[in-house]
Structures are given as C-alpha cells and as structure tokens.
C-alpha cells in the first residue's frame, strides 16, 4: 500500500493573520485560496516541495459558525487540525483500520467536487490525532 503525507491542516481563527506568518514571514508559497461552502471553511494552499511528491500546509478558517472547525477550535484553539494521508484505495485501508478496530468517523469515503475521496479516523484511534485519508483521481 503507498501512502504518503498530503497535508497538515492548521486551524486558523483568521486567514490573513495566519499568512502574515507562514506565507510572508516564513516565506512559503501561496498557491490558492479556496471556498469550500459545503464544509463551511476558507482554505489557503501552501506546498512544500514540488512535483508528485509535494505535500501542502492547509490553512483552514471557518466561515460559519456552525461547523466541526469551530467546535474544536472553541476545545483546543487554533493549531493543528488533522494529519492528512494520500492512499492509492481508501476503501481497503477503511476496511482494514476496521478490521484493527479503529474507530472510523466516515465508515465510507464521501467525495469532493474534484473526485477526491476522504474519510477522517476518530482521533481515540490515533493516539490522539485527527487523521484524514485522501484517495485522489486518476
């Protein structure tokens, strides 16, 4: 099975404040700010290395007060999200993390307007961690 890191979603409070340090003072890269209406959040983009094996910080602000973000933001505060895993057949590794006992928050994949498939694990299952699958198209 290959998996590899895809990203590391940060939540942010404030979209612009978070760039002012990773993108301005840490200089990454800027590639593109997203509105994902559907999950109620503004993403920004910013890879870290290039080509295939280029993985991302994801900057994730809610833009709605009734959003998952905004609960664990209101426990924990802004930082560190969730840890996000590119597999090559999500619905393999959803089976076998159930076969292990892991407690899974998508039981089944759910599909992005691109055709990205996602399921998150339940962090009690991860030592603590918000973990994110990723199976991208194509």
Known sequence: MTTKLDHLAIAVPDLDAALAFYR????LELQRIEQVERE???IAFLPLGDGP????IELVQPTRDDTGIVRWMAKHGPGMHHVCLAVADIEATLARLAAHGC????P?????EDGT?????HPRSAFGVLVELYEKPG
């Open 108 to 112: 089944q994949p759910v599909t992005r």
């Open 103 to 106: 407690e899974l928050i998508n």
């Open 53 to 56: 094996a280029t993985s991302w």
């Open 24 to 27: 301005d003072a840490l200089g």
């Open 117 to 121: 498939r996602y399921a998150f694990v």
């Open 40 to 42: 109620g959040v503004r």
